[in-house]
């Protein structure tokens, strides 16, 4: 979904490690959690609707939403993992 030369250069507004994009089983799954009202961003606020995919930080802990094609790359709006 990201072209690969995009991917290279994005990094994690937060601590700047690098990210990857989000598997099909992993966006599946977060998906499922926001659908049933699990899932808060780090600013706090209720997810809602479904993602179109994921950048996935290097530590694993944080995903940033891709939405319309478009990774949203805000700290507030990253969604913890696990």
Do not use: S
């Amino acid at each position: 979904m990201i072209d690969k030369e995009l991917l290279e250069i994005l990094a994690c507004p937060e601590t700047h490690q690098p990210l990857r994009e989000a598997d099909e089983a992993e966006v599946t799954a977060l998906n499922a959690r926001i659908a049933a009202g699990e899932v808060t961003n780090v600013g706090g606020d209720k997810v809602e609707g479904t993602l179109d995919g994921g950048l996935v930080r290097e530590d694993g802990a944080i995903v940033y939403p891709i939405r319309d094609r478009i990774p949203v790359l805000l700290v507030h709006e990253g969604i913890a993992l696990g």
